[in-house]
């Protein structure tokens, strides 16, 4: 299994896997604006290949800083292609972020997950995160739909 970080040149790779987690992202284009914009802001792309160099699994993460954490790892994005799951790619895309985030120096690794993802859920447990807290959100008028 190869996991590497997708430089901006690549990023339409890991399109197939990403929709998957996020089925709003139906267009390429958008995909591609939506993700420089995140680059912008310190989002990269990791992704686990196949031999023919496809994405099997994807990753997206920034470091942050806060009052509530200290510097942290947030993975913004974490998805197995349907047909790879159960083979250990998420696990490995976690490893390896956990890697740069020690090796960067940071406190912490953060991440959300659906309240229905209980394979997702164990998969975080048997990666040593915990579930301190409870995220809420309240959407507004003026958000895009």
């Not at 470091?63 to 790892?73: K, T, V």
């Not at 690794?109 to 807290?133: K, M």
Request: charged share 25%.
């Amino acid at each position: 299994m190869l996991i590497r970080e997708l430089d901006q040149a690549e990023t339409a790779t890991a399109y197939p896997v990403l929709r998957e987690l996020r089925p709003r992202l139906s267009d390429m284009a958008d995909f591609l604006a939506a993700v420089d914009r995140q680059r912008q802001h310190g989002y990269r792309l990791i992704a686990a290949l196949d031999s023919e160099q496809r994405a099997v699994a994807a990753a997206g993460f920034r470091a942050g800083e806060c009052l509530a954490w200290g510097s942290y790892l947030y993975v913004d994005d974490l998805c197995t292609l349907p047909r790879a799951r159960g083979n250990g790619y998420a696990s490995e895309l976690l490893r390896w972020i956990a890697r740069e985030a020690e090796t960067s120096g940071l406190d912490e690794i953060h991440l959300d997950s659906g309240n229905g993802r209980h394979a997702a859920h164990r998969l975080y447990a048997n990666s040593g995160f915990t579930a301190p807290s409870t995220h809420f959100v309240r959407k507004l008028s003026t958000a895009k739909s």
